[in-house]
């Protein structure tokens, strides 16, 4: 009995960790996608210059591979996501500025923004409430990860318009994936820092939104 009451507790104190992580994890993955929308209206309204912006993004893969696995642990972590957000978001500028100038371009990128948002929605509510594993699609999405970024690598040398689709519905689709498998890692206890799921989730939808954008694009004929 007494062991009995024992695992009971320890599951309900796993559940409870676990919901507090989903929770911290969706509240700060919110106010960084709004830092990054923000910083994002601010480097088109200055016309952010396309160099500065690839500087920006090599700034914040600098932040993941050196500064934030060293602040996972401390509130310092939480600063450098929001710098990382920041960044990421300012990066965009150039990007955006460009398809905004194409004709309907605002409808282009609102499609792409309410596409990466259905995705997203979609798929996160799927893993939270049929709490399926998803672990089983590591392998896939590690080898789908680096062909993808071989296969763009090789886009620059080549410069196929039909290769550049491919490589955006391949992303679209990864990402898509690596939402159910970054979600379900939370729910079923795999990943218990809140910011580390935050970062990851973070880039599985912007890499969506940026690839689903050029797809959109394709398809109405404005790219």
């Not at 401390?74 to 194409?102: D, E, H, K, Q």
């Not at 729910?187 to 940026?210: H, K």
């Amino acid at each position: 009995m007494a062991q009995f009451e024992n695992l009971t507790s320890t599951g309900r104190e796993s559940t409870l960790a676990t919901n507090k992580v989903l929770k911290n994890t969706y509240m700060l993955l919110s106010m960084t996608l709004v830092v990054s929308a923000i910083a994002a209206v601010a480097a088109m309204a200055v016309g952010l210059s396309p160099a500065v912006s690839m500087a920006m993004m090599f700034g914040s893969i600098a932040i993941i591979w050196f500064v934030l696995p060293r602040s996972y642990n401390s509130s310092m972590g939480i600063v450098w996501t929001f710098v990382f957000a920041g960044l990421m978001g300012a990066s965009l500028g150039p990007m955006l500025n460009m398809y905004l100038a194409l004709p309907a371009g605002p409808s282009i990128v609102a499609q792409a923004l309410a596409g990466t948002a259905i995705v997203t929605f979609a798929l996160s509510f799927y893993a939270l409430t049929t709490k399926k594993d998803f672990s089983f699609l590591a392998g896939f999405l590690m080898v789908g990860l680096i062909v993808v970024l071989v296969a763009s690598i090789a886009s620059i040398f080549v410069a196929i318009p039909a290769m550049n689709i491919a490589i955006s519905a391949a992303v679209v689709l990864l990402m898509s994936l690596m939402i159910l498998f970054d979600t379900s890692r939370i729910v079923n206890g795999g990943e218990t820092n809140y910011i580390r799921a935050t970062v990851s989730l973070y880039l599985d939808i912007y890499n969506l939104f940026v690839h689903l954008l050029h797809l959109v694009a394709v398809l109405t004929g404005r790219d």
